[in-house]
């Protein structure tokens, strides 16, 4: 039986902060005008992540619901909400999403960066998607996943996106460990492990 790691997704009970795990990857937050509402949105390029997606919000008391974007693209969204007006004004300096001054990674919101844009890549290494419109946020995230014991290599736009590469077997196992088990509603293909 393996220990469960302090930082895994399974050490503690679902959080709505954890959403913030798709801000890690090509998610949005906008706060609509006064209101004190902000909704959280994320373009898949990959449409059968949705379930899984789905599922890990329902867990957090968040509905979401299914959107197109102009160019056909799969959107998955919050309504406008009170309780993630919080979250909002962590990553967003006016209206450019920055990372939190600080910001820790641990398991639950790795989890949901992995289920947002992480995928194996060829080398036997997995790639953790970064948002290609905020490239201010690359180096406090690559910093972030190096606090948790795992060396990454920022990689540009080429072919995927930019993105951020965990290799090596003791690596890739700790990633596997903090995110936890594959989640019912995920494909097994892109899960690490």
Do not use: N
Request: charged fraction near 20%.
């Amino acid at each position: 039986m393996a220990q469960l790691s302090f930082f895994s997704a399974e050490a503690r009970d679902a959080r709505l902060t954890d959403l913030a795990g798709l801000l890690c990857g090509p998610g949005q937050v906008v706060r609509f005008g006064a209101s004190g509402t902000a909704r959280l949105s994320i373009v898949l390029a990959d449409p059968t992540r949705v379930p899984a997606l789905r599922a890990e919000a329902t867990g957090r008391g968040v509905v979401t619901e299914l959107a197109e974007s102009d160019s056909g693209a799969t959107v998955l969204r919050t309504a406008f909400r009170g309780d993630l007006v919080e979250l909002a004004g962590q990553w967003c300096r006016g209206a450019v999403k920055a990372v939190p001054e600080g910001f820790r990674l641990d398991g639950a919101l790795l989890r949901m960066w992995v289920l947002a844009a992480g995928v194996p890549d060829r080398r036997s290494g997995y790639l953790l998607g970064l948002d290609p419109h905020a490239p201010q946020t690359h180096v406090p995230l690559a910093e972030a996943v190096v606090a948790l014991g795992m060396p990454v290599i920022r990689l540009g736009a080429r072919g995927g996106g930019p993105a951020l590469r965990i290799s090596g077997q003791r690596s890739r196992r700790r990633l596997a460990e903090l995110v936890g088990e594959t989640p019912p509603d995920a494909l097994s293909g892109f899960w690490p492990g």
